[in-house]
T-cell receptor
Framework: DAGVIQSPRHEVTEMGQEVTLRCKPI?????LFWYRQTMMRGLELLIY????????DSGMPEDRFSAKMPNASFSTLKIQPSEPRDSAVYFC????????????FGDGTRLSIL | AQSVSQHNHHVILSEAASLELGCNYS??????LFWYVQYPGQHLQLLLK??????LVKGIKGFEAEFIKSKFSFNLRKPSVQWSDTAEYFC???????????FGTGTKLQVIP
């Protein structure tokens, strides 16, 4: 079975550029989560969707960050304009509709902003 | 709001030593508890989970965890660690019926051969 698929795996770009991270959740899962992981702050929940609707975006750092989920099989996290402090590993995770389901994580996108 | 505390940030053990990583949560209602492992350069993977029933939960790779409701704890244990257990371990909790999971800050385990 395909797991959560994230792209790209690595992204290096200059500050000020727009960055778009992509995620395909596991088929049939109805909740999707975006996390950011850094050495300083550990694993932070940025936003999560349920049935394609954003439920909690309180973790989104600022207006430069935006996330969308246009359908059940695709989500994007966009940073515009990017800054060096956005450098981190960004994980996407999904979980099923049944109660008490664990989250399944993608391999992450390692983002470096120069 | 629920929260999770992992008191050990970095643990160093020799191979064959026993392991216990602490996890405490704060939430008064029904909780689901998880331990995830992240090997170097990889994503988080589920080690074990507790939803109900036997408070002693056995997971993959010889790990187990015990839910002690009175102490709000869910400590992870392994009788004899291996070098391949070197990883970061995250405790997580969600309250029954909600899918949002709160993660602890993680414990880095280094096993020395």
């Amino acid at each position: 079975d395909a797991g959560v698929i994230q792209s790209p795996r690595h992204e290096v770009t200059e500050m000020g550029q727009e960055v778009t991270l992509r995620c395909k959740p596991i088929s049939g899962h109805n909740s999707l989560f975006w996390y950011r992981q850094t050495m300083m702050r550990g694993l932070e929940l940025l936003i999560y969707f349920n049935n394609n609707v954003p439920i909690d975006d309180s973790g989104m750092p600022e207006d430069r960050f935006s996330a969308k989920m246009p359908n059940a099989s695709f989500s994007t996290l966009k940073i515009q304009p990017s800054e060096p402090r956005d450098s981190a590993v960004y994980f996407c995770a999904s979980t099923g509709a049944k109660p008490n389901q664990p989250q399944h994580f993608g391999d992450g996108t390692r983002l470096s902003i120069l | 709001a629920q929260s999770v505390s992992q008191h050990n940030h970095h643990v160093i053990l020799s191979e064959a030593a026993s392991l216990e990583l602490g996890c405490n949560y704060s939430y008064g209602g029904t909780v689901n508890l998880f331990w995830y492992v992240q090997y170097p350069g990889q994503h988080l993977q589920l080690l074990l989970k507790y939803f109900s029933g036997d408070p002693l939960v056995k997971g993959i790779k010889g790990f187990e965890a015990e839910f002690i409701k009175s102490k709000f704890s869910f400590n992870l244990r392994k009788p004899s660690v291996q070098w391949s257990d070197t990883a970061e371990y995250f405790c997580a909790v969600n309250s029954g019926g909600y899918q949002k999971v709160t993660f602890g800050t993680g414990t880095k385990l280094q096993v020395i051969p």
